[in-house]
């Protein structure tokens, strides 16, 4: 998975897989939209707005947990 920021256009990206076929973007709100293939296979997702989405919650940390072993990494996002 990739995470990206374009802080010109202030939009973050998920990545979870290189587009292998055409995808569609579903439109869930005016601050994001996710990219899905038409087998369900979901391929990224996008937030507008994203500095506003990404500091509203952890302090502006995105925080990945592994819910197997407990082990979790912090990324500071305060620069964002």
Do not use: H, W
């Not at 998920?14 to 439109?27: A, D, H, I």
């Not at 937030?47 to 592994?66: S, Y």
């Amino acid at each position: 998975m990739r995470f990206t920021y374009d802080p010109k256009y202030n939009i973050a990206y998920f990545k979870f897989q290189e587009k292998s076929m055409e995808v569609q973007t579903l439109k869930i709100s005016d601050e994001l939209n996710i990219d899905i293939a038409p087998d369900g296979t979901v391929y990224g997702i996008e937030l507008l707005n994203a500095n506003e989405q990404i500091n509203r919650l952890d302090e502006g940390k995105l925080l990945i947990i592994n819910k197997l072993t407990g082990g979790k990494a912090e990324i500071p996002l305060n620069r964002i």
